[in-house]
C-alpha cells in the first residue's frame, strides 16, 4: 500500500517456507507498506504487523588521478565526478586530507554544472566542503561526468610522507523531495615533499 493501514493489494504469493521476498520496480523516495497473511484451504488469516520501506538509489563519485609528488607550496589541480542514475536536487560533498596538509585555493563547475545553478564551497580544519543547487529547482538529471574541479596547495608546514583526499560520510545527494541517495566514493593520494639535492664541493690539490 502507499499509505499505513491500506488498502493492501496482493503482490506476491508463495508455498512452503519463504522469509525473504524483493518487491522491484518502486519509485525512490516513495514510502511502501507491507503486511503478510497466511492461508489454509480456504481460510485466511488477519493481517500481520505492518512493515514499512522507501527504497533509493545510489549514486557514485569519484576523483581524478592525483598520484605524484607536490612540494610545500606547489599547487595541483584534480576534478570530482558524479555518475547518477537518477535526477538530484542538491550536493552537498565533503574531501578530508589526511593527514591535514594541503589548502583549497579555487573551486570551479566542472562539465556537468557549468553555467548550471549556483556552487559555493569552504576549507575548514582540513575539510574542504562543496555545495551545489539551483533557486529555480532545477534538477541534474542522470549521467555522469565531471562536476567539480579544485585547485589545492600544499601548505607550508605539511610533513612529508603520503596524503589522502577521501569522501567523508557527509556526502549527501538529494532528489527534490529531500531524500537522500545512497553514496558510493573512492578515494585517492599523493606524496608531499620532493626529495631534496645537495650538491657539495670538494676541492682537490694537484
Avoid at 607550508?156 to 557527509?170: I, K, M, R, V, Y
Wanted: glycine fraction near 10%.
Amino acid at each position: 500500500a502507499l499509505s499505513s493501514g491500506g488498502e493492501y493489494s496482493l503482490i506476491h504469493s508463495t508455498q512452503g517456507q519463504t522469509d525473504t521476498y524483493t518487491d522491484t520496480g518502486l519509485a525512490n523516495g516513495t514510502m511502501y507498506y507491507y503486511v503478510i497473511t497466511a492461508q489454509f484451504e480456504e481460510t485466511e488469516s488477519a493481517y500481520s504487523n505492518e512493515a514499512s520501506a522507501s527504497p533509493m538509489g545510489t549514486v557514485t563519485l569519484s576523483m581524478s588521478d592525483i598520484s605524484g609528488a607536490y612540494d610545500q607550496g606547489e599547487t595541483f589541480e584534480f576534478s570530482i565526478y558524479l555518475e547518477n542514475a537518477y535526477g538530484i536536487a542538491g550536493i552537498e560533498i565533503h574531501v578530508a586530507d589526511t593527514p591535514e596538509s594541503i589548502t583549497m585555493t579555487s573551486v570551479t563547475a566542472g562539465e556537468r554544472l557549468e553555467g548550471f545553478g549556483n556552487i559555493s564551497q569552504s576549507d575548514f580544519n582540513g575539510e574542504l566542503t562543496l555545495l551545489w543547487f539551483d533557486f529555480t529547482g532545477a534538477v541534474l538529471p542522470a549521467g555522469s561526468g565531471e562536476i567539480f574541479k579544485v585547485t589545492y596547495q600544499v601548505n607550508d608546514d605539511a610533513p612529508d610522507g603520503s596524503c589522502e583526499l577521501s569522501f567523508t560520510e557527509l556526502t549527501t545527494f538529494a532528489d527534490s523531495a529531500g531524500n537522500a541517495y545512497f553514496v558510493s566514493g573512492d578515494s585517492a593520494s599523493f606524496d608531499v615533499g620532493s626529495p631534496d639535492a645537495y650538491l657539495e664541493i670538494i676541492p682537490v690539490a694537484e
